[in-house]
């Protein structure tokens, strides 16, 4: 890192320490209990105090002009061809940093010059196998490899990874070689999810990379880790810190991008999201699948369905037993597939097999019973001739 390089980031983390410090800006942090949506939020709140000219939040509550302010930058966003959802995400934050801090704006007038958006908005596209496949092809990491079997097996949103971050103590063994593991643990909206022997294989992979380059793994290791060292504000190397949302959003991005992956542009967003389209191709495959129960189905989505959500509770088994009818379909690999197919087979086999048996053990105990009773009645005729 060069001198000049090092200087923009210890200045660009001063102003950052600064805005934090803003009463403004506390006040609306109180609001925001949610890291990644506070993220996201800061994001848009940054952006919007670029284009004031303000050096801080207060200085925005304080304005007489943030009416005028506010209708200046949707209308700008308009004219650069922003859609209208996206204007209404980063002005989100932004409306309630005000209401935070009591400051009145006429949200009506701002929300009526957000322009309608026509036409298919974007990232409604899953994933297919053979897009999974290209990735899987594009990249020799074994942990970028463990994060998209992740993913596409769990069907996880990219904030699952750190709220909180999920550890190795979230992993539970389960039947047909498959993984538990617990989302959102310890929160109202904690569910389980499951990976699939192929998932399970490419994680444990990952597992043995990390213990051989040196890391001593426990339960209270991330199950996803940074590959390179941090340095702390003393100078101190921090090694093996978890992956953070934003290392998520960069690894998946960069992938989908050399794996080649065809997309289509629709304004600023692609058909498939480099995250939700895993999300939308889990979902897709747990809803055709008439067998699996669709109220399950929701849970392993972290859907909340209604009154569904706030009273069904299944268990880890029950929902396991609806997720193992999807593994087939889940699983990427066609030699993976072809030998979850010949098990099943023999496990069919094997069933047919011992119900016949048991059906011919069930005839000859009924034989017995029969040769007994007719036993029984010669006897008593005998004796009463």
Same mark, same amino acid.
């Given at each position: 890192?060069?001198? $000049?390089?090092?200087?923009?980031?210890?200045?660009?983390?001063?102003?950052?320490?600064?805005?934090?410090?803003?009463?403004?800006?506390?006040?609306?942090?109180?609001?925001?209990?949610?890291?990644?949506?506070?993220?996201?939020?800061? &994001?848009?709140?940054?952006?919007?105090?670029? &284009?004031?000219?303000?050096?801080?939040?207060?200085?925005?509550?304080?304005?007489?002009?943030?009416?005028?302010?506010?209708?200046?930058?949707?209308?700008?966003?308009?004219?650069?061809?922003?859609?209208?959802?996206?204007?209404?995400?980063?002005?989100?934050?932004?409306?309630?940093?005000?209401?935070?801090?009591?400051?009145?704006?006429?949200?009506?007038?701002?929300?009526?010059?957000?322009?309608?958006?026509?036409?298919?908005?974007?990232?409604?596209?899953?994933?297919?196998n053979e897009d999974i496949k290209q990735m899987l092809e594009s990249t020799k990491k074994l942990r970028t490899k463990a994060l998209v079997h992740f993913?596409?097996?769990? @069907?996880?949103?990219?904030?699952?990874?750190?709220?909180?971050?999920? *550890? *190795?103590?979230?992993?539970?063994?389960?039947? !047909?070689?498959?993984?538990?593991?617990?989302?959102?643990?310890?929160?109202?909206?904690?569910?389980?999810?499951?990976?699939?022997?192929? $998932?399970? #294989? $490419?994680?444990?992979?990952?597992?043995?990379?990390?213990?051989?380059?040196?890391?001593?793994?426990?339960? /209270?290791?991330?199950?996803?880790?940074?590959?390179?060292?941090?340095?702390?504000?003393?100078?101190?190397?921090?090694?093996?810190?978890?992956?953070? &949302?934003?290392?998520? =959003?960069?690894?998946?991005?960069?992938?989908?991008?050399? =794996? @080649?992956?065809?997309?289509?542009?629709? @304004?600023? *967003?692609?058909?498939?999201?480099?995250?939700?389209?895993?999300?939308?191709?889990?979902?897709?495959?747990?809803?055709?699948?008439?067998?699996? !129960?669709?109220?399950? $189905?929701?849970?392993?989505?972290?859907?909340?369905?209604?009154?569904?959500?706030?009273?069904? #509770?299944?268990?880890?088994?029950?929902?396991?037993?609806?997720?193992?009818?999807?593994?087939?379909?889940?699983?990427?690999?066609?030699?993976?597939?072809?030998?979850?197919?010949? /098990?099943?087979?023999?496990?069919?086999?094997?069933?047919?097999?011992?119900?016949?048996?048991?059906?011919? *053990?069930?005839?000859?105990?009924?034989?017995?019973?029969?040769?007994?009773?007719?036993?029984?009645? /010669?006897?008593?005729?005998?004796?009463?001739?």
């Amino acid at each position: 890192m060069t001198l $000049a390089s090092s200087l923009k980031q210890v200045s660009n983390e001063v102003k950052a320490i600064e805005l934090e410090e803003c009463r403004s800006y506390k006040i609306f942090k109180k609001a925001v209990p949610n890291q990644v949506t506070l993220h996201n939020y800061n &994001y848009s709140l940054k952006e919007f105090l670029r &284009y004031t000219n303000f050096t801080n939040y207060d200085q925005v509550c304080q304005s007489d002009k943030i009416q005028e302010i506010l209708e200046n930058w949707i209308m700008d966003l308009s004219d650069k061809q922003i859609k209208g959802n996206t204007i209404r995400t980063k002005l989100s934050p932004v409306e309630l940093l005000l209401d935070m801090n009591r400051i009145v704006v006429y949200k009506k007038i701002l929300h009526k010059l957000i322009p309608k958006d026509n036409g298919i908005a974007g990232g409604g596209m899953p994933f297919t196998n053979e897009d999974i496949k290209q990735m899987l092809e594009s990249t020799k990491k074994l942990r970028t490899k463990a994060l998209v079997h992740f993913i596409a097996s769990t @069907g996880i949103r990219p904030s699952a990874i750190i709220d909180p971050i999920l *550890r *190795r103590s979230h992993l539970v063994e389960m039947s !047909n070689d498959c993984l538990a593991i617990r989302i959102y643990d310890n929160s109202p909206e904690g569910y389980w999810a499951f990976l699939t022997p192929e $998932a399970k #294989k $490419a994680l444990n992979r990952y597992f043995t990379a990390r213990k051989i380059n040196g890391e001593t793994l426990t339960d /209270e290791s991330p199950i996803f880790v940074n590959e390179y060292d941090k340095i702390d504000k003393d100078g101190n190397k921090i090694k093996f810190s978890h992956l953070t &949302y934003d290392n998520l =959003a960069t690894i998946m991005d960069d992938l989908v991008q050399h =794996a @080649g992956i065809k997309r289509s542009k629709t @304004g600023n *967003r692609y058909d498939k999201a480099v995250v939700y389209g895993f999300r939308k191709r889990f979902n897709t495959i747990l809803k055709i699948n008439n067998e699996i !129960n669709s109220n399950i $189905a929701e849970k392993l989505m972290a859907h909340k369905n209604g009154l569904d959500g706030t009273y069904f #509770k299944p268990t880890r088994e029950e929902c396991f037993t609806e997720f193992k009818k999807a593994i087939l379909d889940l699983t990427i690999d066609d030699s993976q597939r072809k030998t979850i197919e010949n /098990e099943s087979l023999k496990k069919d086999k094997t069933e047919l097999e011992n119900a016949l048996l048991d059906k011919e *053990r069930l005839r000859e105990d009924v034989e017995i019973l029969k040769l007994q009773v007719k036993r029984i009645r /010669e006897s008593k005729e005998e004796d009463n001739p």
